[in-house]
């Protein structure tokens, strides 16, 4: 399981602030430049302020039971990820996450297992001797980057993509995450994503708002791999 949002640069501080009040093990103690590196206790907001302003390239940050990871993205968006400890997931986790980044300027975000994440964006082919692959269609200042088992997007960000609830209820479950933000939820289970892989795949491809793998792919597989797919690439990234 995995949680993605993507936050308006400059956030950090006033997104893990929100986070700190958070119950259950949620909120984070502790932030490091890496996983393995010294880590600083959060209760000094100062310092913590003054980290982030030397250190635009992203930090993490530890909580009771989830790692968190800031990571600067681009659009004037920054990315932070969220993953449980082995076997510290609550089945209230994903939703409670969202709907605090939703209080502070979420544009899109969404949960769900990284099998799922890395179908719907991450281009792969397996060559004699290598594989590769590369990320694609992350970027939600152009595109909603697809719909997952738990997708949220905030209203203006949808109604750029041209979708409405309507649409998104043929899809699965739309509810209200305050005024400002709308959640879906495509199926019960997040374990069974791949049972619902191609109606969700149908969905984004026939969404031009959306960003859709399928929709490229064909394209990406007749380049010969280098500079032409490299290149390629680039410009779904």
Request: hydrophobic share 40%.
């Amino acid at each position: 399981m995995m949680v993605c949002a993507y936050l308006p640069q400059g956030m950090a501080l006033e997104t893990v602030r929100a986070m700190a009040k958070m119950q259950g093990g949620l909120a984070p103690l502790e932030y490091a430049s890496a996983e393995r590196g010294k880590r600083w206790s959060l209760d000094e907001w100062g310092s913590y302020r003054e980290y982030c302003s030397r250190n635009p390239q992203g930090h993490a940050l530890f909580a009771r039971r989830w790692k968190y990871d800031f990571v600067p993205f681009r659009g004037g968006l920054d990315l932070l990820f969220g993953d449980p400890r082995r076997g510290k997931l609550k089945p209230d986790d994903p939703m409670s996450l969202l709907g605090v980044f939703s209080k502070t300027g979420l544009v899109f975000g969404f949960a769900c297992e990284t099998e799922e994440y890395h179908h719907r964006n991450r281009y792969e082919r397996s060559l004699v001797g290598r594989h590769i692959s590369y990320w694609v269609g992350r970027d939600a200042s152009k595109y909603l980057p697809g719909v997952y088992w738990l997708t949220v997007v905030s209203r203006p960000r949808l109604a750029a993509a041209e979708l409405g609830t309507e649409s998104l209820g043929a899809v699965g479950k739309v509810l209200s995450l305050g005024a400002d933000h709308v959640a879906l939820q495509a199926f019960d289970k997040p374990a069974d994503w791949l049972a619902h892989s191609e109606r969700l795949d149908r969905f984004c491809h026939d969404a031009p708002g959306v960003f859709s793998l399928q929709r490229i792919r064909a394209g990406l597989d007749r380049l010969d791999p280098g500079e032409a797919l490299d290149e390629a690439v680039k410009g779904w990234r």
